[in-house]
């Protein structure tokens, strides 16, 4: 009877986080309702607009300097802006540790955000670069950082118009003051700074469907250590799967099968360079590289980038391929401690066979000790996944573009990657094929739908939930059709209802309480917080 006490109240707790407008909408119908209170003062377009290709431009003009504010966004008393110096490594170190607390995080506390010093100064510190752009908010008495974001310069092609913008990343708010709408005044100010320096568009991602979406993706997940995720929950073993055959359906090769693929070397980077420029015209949304630019992003780096080319029996460079590399730590687990993970980057398969020129790729992660190779659907990505046995994960990757109006485009009309890694909730649950992985997206809004028609449940319904439970078991759920609730005692309502896009809005009861030792403010100063936008 307990249990089925415990039940009924998680299922009223989840349908009460279901009919709150403040919590993050993954599809266009729930967040076309929601009023967004921030995102409809700025320039993008509202949820439901449809834009041709005839009316793509810029939806305010260009400012002067007179008309673009000169002084900093006002913060509260008790908090100061402050540059991070990418290039002091006191100061790199500590957004390391910020973002790796607060940036991305799995809320079943099993894997967190795993960054490197190398890899942010490699992220943040591309070409043109400015100290400017690299925004934090401290608390006055004890000088710790509580928010940050970021913008890089980067050329952008969107349709037949090249632009410069600002790509902005790492928006991150600490957890404690995610109800104090710190993230607005973040973002006006990295755009004040941006005007500033003449950007007037930009590029961003999130999870959670805003205002302005100019394309979605999904990320697809590749199991490389079929031993190692099993043991962790990032996988798990289907009906009538056992581990050798698990292990055996996912072995690679030993050696790369495609003649000529090899390591790129910097002999190779101008031919590479210009393949991949050649490439890229094919998309719709695409970065525009300089030689230098392509040397900086593209060129191996170790513990970075892993780039690769195919060399003819001419000497010449026919085909490119890479992926970078991010790892999350494991929490709490006795024998593995982190999740070494890469992503899909930049390739251009000129005349080997995209499928077999990633296949090699596979082939390099895996003898690299990689756990899993991850990639979006964007490009031509979709001719390789389910040849090569990727499984489509939960996260969603939302692009932006800030200030421009431009028809919604299919994934592989989108040729962007960002430095980022897989949302946390994909992180979490692994994502992939339906006999091995937990609920996706997709089924979670399927569950939340019904969950709102099921206003009560008498006990008939519950002990049949609670059968279907067990007959299941924990970490097996059907994908299809979903018609019950894995009440577990992990359950966690606020699950996905962190993302600091949604800009100080209620996020969960737990966000209601600001520690005040934590963060050396002053408990007077605290109470009644609030930035102003």
Request: glycine letters at 4%; a neutral charge.
């Amino acid at each position: 009877m307990r249990n089925l006490m415990k039940q009924t109240t998680l299922i009223e707790q989840a349908a009460v986080h279901n009919n709150n407008e403040n919590t993050p909408k993954y599809d266009e119908k729930s967040a076309s309702k929601q009023e967004w209170k921030f995102w409809q003062t700025q320039p993008v377009p509202t949820i439901g607009t449809k834009i041709d290709t005839i009316n793509i431009g810029p939806i305010e003009s260009n400012k002067s300097v007179d008309e673009i504010r000169q002084e900093p966004y006002e913060l509260p008393n008790g908090f100061f802006w402050d540059d991070i110096d990418i290039h002091v490594d006191e100061q790199l170190q500590e957004l390391c540790t910020f973002l790796d607390e607060h940036y991305i995080e799995d809320d079943g506390n099993n894997f967190r955000l795993k960054s490197s010093m190398p890899f942010l100064r490699w992220a943040l510190c591309v070409p043109d670069w400015l100290k400017k752009f690299h925004v934090g908010v401290r608390v006055t008495k004890s000088s710790k950082l509580v928010g940050f974001i970021s913008a890089v310069p980067i050329r952008i092609r969107v349709y037949d118009k090249e632009l410069s913008m600002v790509d902005i990343n790492f928006l991150c708010v600490h957890k404690k003051l995610r109800l104090k709408r710190l993230s607005p005044v973040l973002i006006k100010e990295i755009t004040r700074r941006g005007h500033l320096e003449k950007y007037f568009q930009a590029v961003y991602t999130a999870a959670p469907f805003l205002p302005g979406l100019a394309c979605k993706a999904r990320y697809w997940h590749r199991l490389l250590n079929v031993k190692k995720l099993l043991a962790i929950k990032f996988a798990f073993l289907g009906r009538n799967m056992t581990m050798q055959r698990m292990q055996k359906l996912y072995r690679l090769p030993e050696t790369t099968q495609v003649a000529g693929f090899r390591e790129m070397r910097d002999a190779d980077i101008p031919q590479a360079s210009k393949i991949l420029t050649q490439y890229l015209t094919k998309f719709d949304l695409a970065p525009v590289f300089s030689l230098d630019e392509f040397e900086y992003l593209c060129k191996n780096r170790s513990s970075i980038v892993s780039a690769f080319v195919v060399e003819n029996d001419q000497g010449e460079i026919t085909d490119f391929i890479s992926y970078y590399h991010l790892p999350s730590t494991i929490i709490n687990h006795p024998e593995y401690k982190t999740l070494n993970a890469c992503y899909m980057y930049y390739y251009a398969a000129s005349r080997t066979p995209l499928t077999d020129l990633v296949n090699d790729c596979l082939i390099q992660a895996h003898n690299s000790s990689f756990d899993v190779f991850n990639a979006l659907d964007i490009m031509n990505n979709k001719e390789f996944l389910k040849k090569l046995k990727f499984g489509d994960g939960d996260g969603n990757l939302q692009y932006y573009v800030y200030n421009w109006k431009c028809p919604l485009m299919p994934p592989e009309n989108m040729s962007f990657f960002k430095k980022k890694s897989a949302t946390n909730e994909d992180i979490a649950s692994g994502g992939g094929d339906s006999s091995m992985f937990g609920l996706t997206r997709d089924q979670t809004k399927e569950l939340m739908e019904l969950l709102d028609k099921t206003k009560e449940l008498d006990s008939n319904n519950q002990q049949d939930l609670q059968q279907r439970h067990i007959a299941y078991g924990k970490n097996h759920i059907p994908r299809k059709p979903i018609s019950y609730l894995p009440f577990t005692s992990e359950w966690k309502t606020e699950h996905e209802f962190r993302h600091p896009l949604l800009l100080g809005d209620v996020l969960s009861a737990d966000d209601l309480i600001v520690e005040v030792n934590d963060l050396a403010v002053d408990a007077s100063s605290i109470t009644n917080l609030t930035f102003s936008v």
